[in-house]
C-alpha cells in the first residue's frame, strides 16, 4: 500500500465552487488564510446534498448491504461534509470574528440536523443490521467489524428506532442543544474578551515577573491604553493572581473571572447581560434529560455510558466519591498549612480570601522548596520544550518529526511531519501555541483527518490540531525574547502531544475507529495523561531545558526541589477536580422525574464542594457558567473520564518505570514500542480494556496513581 496525500476531489465540482477553498483542497489541506465566511454557506450546503444524496443510494434496495456498496460510499461523502465543517469549526475556535461566528451559526442547524437525521435513518439502521447479520459480515477484519458494531450501537442512540413524531421530537432537541453549546462557549469568549484592566502607577505592579509586566505594557499599546493592562486570558490573569502583591488587584481581577457569563459580570458597556449562561445551563440539561428518557434511559448519565468503559452510574459515582475519602485526608492538611502561613507569615487580617489561595500557595511554595515558579519558567523556552518533546516521541516510538511548510490560519502557527523508520510520512500536525484575542482558551487537540485506507488502496494520512493558550514572545530592550512557558504550560504540551500520537500513530484503516475514532470517552485520555509523566524525569528535563539567558540546562538541584514539590498541595488540587467531576456527573444523574424543584446547577455545585471539598467556595463564583467542557466541549456525563483514564495513564506509565530499573532509562525503547503498538496503533478497533490488557498483561491497578500523587 502507498501512503499519499491526494489532492483529488471524491466528485467533481460545479465550476461555481471550483475556487471556493472548503472544497478545492479535496483529500490535501485547505488553504485557511483564503477562507472567508462567505465560502461558508455555498460550500456546506453542497457538501450537504452530496451527502444526502449518498444516503438515498446507500438506503436504495439495489444497493447491496456490504462493505464496498453500503459504508464505504457513505463514509466518503459524509467524511467530506464532516472535514469541511471541521474546518470551519476550527478557525471558529482559533480566529473568531463577528463574521465568521454568523456564518458558522447560520449553517450549525443545518449540519447538525442532517447527522441527526442519519442516526435516526431507518432504512440506513435495516441496511447495516443486514450486513451485520451476513456472510459478508464474518469476511470482514477486526476494524471493519467493529465500525459497524459502533453503527449499530449510534443508530439505536440517535434515535432510529423511534416512532415519526418522536424522531422530529429528537431532531429538534439536537439542534437546540448545538445551538445552546455554541452560544455557551461564544458567552464564555466573548465575557473574556471584553474584560480589560488598566493600570496608570508602577507601584501597583509589585511582584509580578519582568516578563508579565513587559506583556502588560503590550496589552495596553494594543488596545491603545496608557500603562499596563490585564486580561481575562489565563496567561495574563494567573500571574496577577500568583505573583502580585496588590491585593486590591488581585481581588478585582478575580471578581471578573469567576463572574464570567453569569448574572454578576460587569456589562462591559455592552448595556444588557446577554452572556449570561445560566438559562442555558438549565434548558442544556432539561434537553439532554428529554433526549434520555425518549431512548428508554433514566437520565442522561446512563445514557452517556453506552460507549464507555464504566457500566453504571452508581458505579461512577462510587469510584468519585471513594477517590474523595482517600484524598481528603491529604487536602485537610494542605488547607490547613496554607491558612497557618497566611495568617503567620502574610499577616492577612480578615484571613485567607479566594483571590489570596494562589499568592499564598506560591508564597508557600517558595518558602518551603527554595525555588518560584518563574524562576523555573525561565527554564523552558518553547523551542527547546519542543525539541525535548519531539525527542521522547522519536526514542520511544520509531518515528521522525520534521517541520513542514502546510497552509496555515495565523502567523503563530507552525506545522510538522511525522515521517516512520522508512522516511514514509505516516501522519502531519499543527500547532498553534499562543494566546491571542479571539481564540478560545485552555488547551485542546482536534482531528483535522483521519487515517483510512480509501477504496483505491491508498492509505489518507491523519492530520491533527495542536492548540494551546502560552504567554506569546514579549520584545524586551527592543528585541523579541524567546518564548518562555511555566512547567505546567511543559505538562499541557506533554499531554496534548499524547493525544495527538493516539491520532496520529493509529495503524487502522477504517475511519470510524481509526486513531481517537471509537475510543470509549473514559479512556481517551489515557495517552495524554500518560505522557504527563515524562515532564518529572530528569534524563528528560535535561533535554528539553535551556536557560533563556545562559542556555544552561536546568541544574539537578533544582530539580531535585522540583520533585519534592511535585505533589504541593495536590490533596485539595484532586479534591477540586473530584468535585467538578462529581457536579457534572450529578447534574446529569440526579435529574430526573423527582428531581428537586427549582434546584440550580450551582446550588448542586455548592452542596458537592460543601460535602468534599475543603477549600470555601467564594459566594461570587459563578464557576459553573464557565465549564465548557460539559456544555460546550463534548465532556457532558464525562469529566470523571479525567480522573478514570489517570488510573490506567498512571498504570501504563509504571511499565516504563519497570524497564528503567533493568535498562536506566524510561524512554526505553522496546517498551515504548509495545505501548504503541498495543494502545496507539490499535485506536477503537478493539475495546480500551482489552488494548490496556494487552499492554499490561493484567487489570488495571489505582495504586500507581496514588503513588506518584502522593495520596498512598
Given at each position: 500500500m502507498t501512503r499519499t496525500f491526494p489532492q483529488t476531489q471524491p466528485f467533481e465540482l460545479p465550476s461555481s465552487l471550483q475556487n471556493n477553498p472548503l472544497l478545492s483542497f479535496g483529500r490535501g489541506i485547505?488553504?485557511?488564510?483564503?477562507?472567508?465566511?462567505?465560502?461558508?454557506?455555498?460550500?456546506?450546503?453542497?457538501?450537504?446534498k452530496q451527502a444526502q444524496e449518498a444516503v438515498e443510494v446507500a438506503t436504495n434496495p439495489e444497493t447491496a448491504s456490504t462493505w464496498e456498496q453500503l459504508v464505504e460510499p457513505l463514509e466518503d461523502a459524509s467524511e467530506y461534509l464532516g472535514r469541511s465543517w471541521g474546518v470551519i469549526s476550527h478557525l471558529n475556535s482559533v480566529v473568531d470574528t463577528p463574521a465568521l461566528r454568523s456564518a458558522y451559526g447560520e449553517m450549525l442547524p443545518e449540519v447538525t440536523a442532517f447527522f441527526s437525521s442519519l442516526g435516526q435513518n431507518l432504512g440506513l439502521y435495516e441496511k447495516y443490521k443486514d450486513l451485520h447479520k451476513s456472510a459478508d459480515f464474518r469476511k470482514l477484519n477486526v476494524a471493519q467489524k467493529r465500525v459497524i458494531e459502533n453503527s449499530l450501537r449510534d443508530f439505536r442512540m440517535g434515535g432510529a428506532e423511534l416512532s415519526d413524531s418522536e424522531k422530529t421530537r429528537f431532531g429538534q432537541i439536537q439542534d437546540e442543544q448545538a445551538i445552546l453549546g455554541k452560544a455557551f462557549s461564544d458567552h464564555v469568549l466573548d465575557a473574556t474578551d471584553a474584560f480589560v484592566h488598566a493600570i496608570s502607577y508602577q507601584s501597583e505592579l509589585a511582584g509580578l515577573p519582568e516578563d508579565v509586566i513587559v506583556a502588560a505594557a503590550d496589552t495596553a499599546k494594543q488596545k491603545g491604553l496608557n500603562g499596563w493592562a490585564f486580561t481575562l486570558h489565563f496567561p495574563s490573569y494567573?500571574?496577577?493572581?500568583?505573583?502580585?502583591?496588590?491585593?486590591?488587584?488581585?481581588?478585582?481581577?478575580?471578581?471578573?473571572?469567576?463572574?464570567?457569563?453569569?448574572?454578576?459580570?460587569?456589562?462591559?458597556?455592552?448595556?444588557?447581560?446577554?452572556?449570561?449562561?445560566?438559562?442555558?445551563?438549565?434548558?442544556?440539561?432539561?434537553?439532554?434529560h428529554e433526549e434520555a428518557k425518549m431512548l428508554?434511559?433514566?437520565?442522561?448519565?446512563?445514557?452517556?455510558?453506552?460507549?464507555?468503559?464504566?457500566?453504571?452510574?452508581?458505579?461512577?459515582?462510587?469510584?468519585?466519591?471513594?477517590?474523595?475519602?482517600?484524598?481528603?485526608?491529604?487536602?485537610?492538611?494542605?488547607?490547613?498549612?496554607?491558612?497557618?502561613?497566611?495568617?503567620?507569615?502574610?499577616?492577612?487580617?480578615?484571613?485567607?480570601?479566594?483571590?489570596?489561595?494562589?499568592?499564598?500557595?506560591?508564597?508557600?511554595?517558595?518558602?518551603?522548596?527554595?525555588?518560584?515558579?518563574?524562576?523555573?519558567?525561565?527554564?523552558?523556552?518553547?523551542?527547546?520544550?519542543?525539541?525535548?518533546?519531539?525527542?521522547?516521541?522519536?526514542?520511544?516510538?520509531d518515528v521522525k518529526i520534521e517541520s513542514t511548510n502546510l497552509p496555515t490560519w495565523h502567523t503563530d502557527v507552525e506545522s510538522f511531519a511525522v515521517k516512520n523508520a522508512t522516511n514514509d510520512i505516516v501522519a502531519y500536525f499543527y500547532l498553534d501555541?499562543?494566546?491571542?484575542?479571539?481564540?478560545?482558551?485552555?488547551?485542546?487537540?482536534?482531528?483535522?483527518?483521519?487515517?483510512?485506507?480509501?477504496?483505491?488502496?491508498?492509505?489518507?494520512?491523519?492530520?491533527?490540531?495542536?492548540?494551546?493558550?502560552?504567554a506569546p514572545p514579549v520584545k524586551v530592550d527592543g528585541v523579541l525574547r524567546q518564548p518562555t512557558i511555566t512547567h505546567d504550560d511543559v505538562i499541557t504540551l506533554f499531554h496534548e502531544s499524547g493525544h495527538g500520537l493516539h491520532h496520529l500513530l493509529t495503524q487502522v484503516g477504517s475511519l470510524g475507529v481509526s486513531g481517537i475514532n471509537g475510543v470509549e470517552w473514559d479512556a481517551v485520555e489515557l495517552p495524554s495523561q500518560f505522557m504527563e509523566n515524562f515532564c518529572w524525569e530528569w534524563e528528560v528535563l535535561e533535554k528539553i531545558t535551556a536557560h533563556i539567558e545562559t542556555g544552561k540546562p536546568l541544574p539537578r538541584e533544582l530539580f531535585e526541589k522540583m520533585i519534592l514539590a511535585r505533589n504541593f498541595q495536590n490533596g485539595y488540587m484532586t479534591l477540586r477536580q473530584i468535585v467538578m467531576s462529581l457536579t457534572d456527573w450529578r447534574l446529569h444523574s440526579r435529574l430526573n422525574d423527582k428531581n428537586v424543584p427549582g434546584q440550580s446547577a450551582l446550588e448542586l455545585s455548592r452542596i458537592i464542594a460543601d460535602e468534599y471539598n475543603v477549600v470555601p467556595q467564594a459566594e461570587i463564583s459563578r464557576w459553573i457558567n464557565t465549564f465548557t467542557h460539559?456544555?460546550?466541549?463534548?465532556?457532558?456525563?464525562?469529566?470523571?473520564?479525567?480522573?478514570?483514564?489517570?488510573v490506567l495513564s498512571a498504570d501504563a506509565y509504571s511499565a516504563f518505570e519497570e524497564a528503567a530499573k533493568l535498562t536506566g532509562t524510561v524512554l526505553d525503547k522496546a517498551t515504548g514500542l509495545r505501548y504503541k503498538k498495543a494502545i496507539l496503533e490499535v485506536g477503537g478497533s478493539r475495546p480500551a480494556a482489552e488494548s490496556f490488557m494487552a499492554f499490561r498483561g493484567r487489570e488495571p491497578s489505582i495504586e500507581p496513581l496514588l503513588r506518584h500523587g502522593g495520596l498512598a
Amino acid at each position: 500500500m502507498t501512503r499519499t496525500f491526494p489532492q483529488t476531489q471524491p466528485f467533481e465540482l460545479p465550476s461555481s465552487l471550483q475556487n471556493n477553498p472548503l472544497l478545492s483542497f479535496g483529500r490535501g489541506i485547505p488553504a485557511y488564510s483564503n477562507i472567508q465566511p462567505d465560502h461558508i454557506a455555498p460550500a456546506i450546503k453542497y457538501l450537504l446534498k452530496q451527502a444526502q444524496e449518498a444516503v438515498e443510494v446507500a438506503t436504495n434496495p439495489e444497493t447491496a448491504s456490504t462493505w464496498e456498496q453500503l459504508v464505504e460510499p457513505l463514509e466518503d461523502a459524509s467524511e467530506y461534509l464532516g472535514r469541511s465543517w471541521g474546518v470551519i469549526s476550527h478557525l471558529n475556535s482559533v480566529v473568531d470574528t463577528p463574521a465568521l461566528r454568523s456564518a458558522y451559526g447560520e449553517m450549525l442547524p443545518e449540519v447538525t440536523a442532517f447527522f441527526s437525521s442519519l442516526g435516526q435513518n431507518l432504512g440506513l439502521y435495516e441496511k447495516y443490521k443486514d450486513l451485520h447479520k451476513s456472510a459478508d459480515f464474518r469476511k470482514l477484519n477486526v476494524a471493519q467489524k467493529r465500525v459497524i458494531e459502533n453503527s449499530l450501537r449510534d443508530f439505536r442512540m440517535g434515535g432510529a428506532e423511534l416512532s415519526d413524531s418522536e424522531k422530529t421530537r429528537f431532531g429538534q432537541i439536537q439542534d437546540e442543544q448545538a445551538i445552546l453549546g455554541k452560544a455557551f462557549s461564544d458567552h464564555v469568549l466573548d465575557a473574556t474578551d471584553a474584560f480589560v484592566h488598566a493600570i496608570s502607577y508602577q507601584s501597583e505592579l509589585a511582584g509580578l515577573p519582568e516578563d508579565v509586566i513587559v506583556a502588560a505594557a503590550d496589552t495596553a499599546k494594543q488596545k491603545g491604553l496608557n500603562g499596563w493592562a490585564f486580561t481575562l486570558h489565563f496567561p495574563s490573569y494567573y500571574p496577577v493572581m500568583q505573583y502580585s502583591e496588590n491585593r486590591k488587584l488581585r481581588q478585582l481581577m478575580y471578581d471578573a473571572y469567576v463572574t464570567r457569563a453569569s448574572e454578576l459580570a460587569p456589562h462591559y458597556g455592552n448595556g444588557k447581560l446577554d452572556w449570561d449562561n445560566t438559562n442555558n445551563i438549565s434548558d442544556q440539561l432539561h434537553l439532554r434529560h428529554e433526549e434520555a428518557k425518549m431512548l428508554g434511559f433514566e437520565n442522561y448519565a446512563a445514557l452517556s455510558l453506552a460507549p464507555k468503559m464504566a457500566k453504571s452510574v452508581d458505579e461512577v459515582d462510587l469510584f468519585l466519591c471513594d477517590f474523595a475519602k482517600k484524598a481528603k485526608p491529604f487536602a485537610e492538611k494542605d488547607w490547613q498549612e496554607l491558612c497557618e502561613y497566611a495568617k503567620s507569615e502574610l499577616h492577612l487580617i480578615d484571613g485567607l480570601q479566594p483571590w489570596d489561595i494562589a499568592f499564598a500557595s506560591e508564597r508557600l511554595k517558595q518558602a518551603r522548596y527554595a525555588f518560584s515558579e518563574n524562576e523555573l519558567k525561565q527554564y523552558f523556552p518553547l523551542p527547546k520544550v519542543l525539541d525535548g518533546l519531539f525527542h521522547v516521541i522519536q526514542t520511544l516510538f520509531d518515528v521522525k518529526i520534521e517541520s513542514t511548510n502546510l497552509p496555515t490560519w495565523h502567523t503563530d502557527v507552525e506545522s510538522f511531519a511525522v515521517k516512520n523508520a522508512t522516511n514514509d510520512i505516516v501522519a502531519y500536525f499543527y500547532l498553534d501555541p499562543y494566546a491571542r484575542p479571539g481564540k478560545r482558551g485552555g488547551a485542546w487537540m482536534d482531528d483535522a483527518r483521519g487515517r483510512r485506507e480509501l477504496p483505491n488502496g491508498e492509505i489518507q494520512v491523519p492530520v491533527a490540531y495542536l492548540v494551546c493558550n502560552f504567554a506569546p514572545p514579549v520584545k524586551v530592550d527592543g528585541v523579541l525574547r524567546q518564548p518562555t512557558i511555566t512547567h505546567d504550560d511543559v505538562i499541557t504540551l506533554f499531554h496534548e502531544s499524547g493525544h495527538g500520537l493516539h491520532h496520529l500513530l493509529t495503524q487502522v484503516g477504517s475511519l470510524g475507529v481509526s486513531g481517537i475514532n471509537g475510543v470509549e470517552w473514559d479512556a481517551v485520555e489515557l495517552p495524554s495523561q500518560f505522557m504527563e509523566n515524562f515532564c518529572w524525569e530528569w534524563e528528560v528535563l535535561e533535554k528539553i531545558t535551556a536557560h533563556i539567558e545562559t542556555g544552561k540546562p536546568l541544574p539537578r538541584e533544582l530539580f531535585e526541589k522540583m520533585i519534592l514539590a511535585r505533589n504541593f498541595q495536590n490533596g485539595y488540587m484532586t479534591l477540586r477536580q473530584i468535585v467538578m467531576s462529581l457536579t457534572d456527573w450529578r447534574l446529569h444523574s440526579r435529574l430526573n422525574d423527582k428531581n428537586v424543584p427549582g434546584q440550580s446547577a450551582l446550588e448542586l455545585s455548592r452542596i458537592i464542594a460543601d460535602e468534599y471539598n475543603v477549600v470555601p467556595q467564594a459566594e461570587i463564583s459563578r464557576w459553573i457558567n464557565t465549564f465548557t467542557h460539559i456544555f460546550s466541549g463534548g465532556y457532558a456525563a464525562g469529566y470523571y473520564s479525567y480522573k478514570w483514564a489517570e488510573v490506567l495513564s498512571a498504570d501504563a506509565y509504571s511499565a516504563f518505570e519497570e524497564a528503567a530499573k533493568l535498562t536506566g532509562t524510561v524512554l526505553d525503547k522496546a517498551t515504548g514500542l509495545r505501548y504503541k503498538k498495543a494502545i496507539l496503533e490499535v485506536g477503537g478497533s478493539r475495546p480500551a480494556a482489552e488494548s490496556f490488557m494487552a499492554f499490561r498483561g493484567r487489570e488495571p491497578s489505582i495504586e500507581p496513581l496514588l503513588r506518584h500523587g502522593g495520596l498512598a
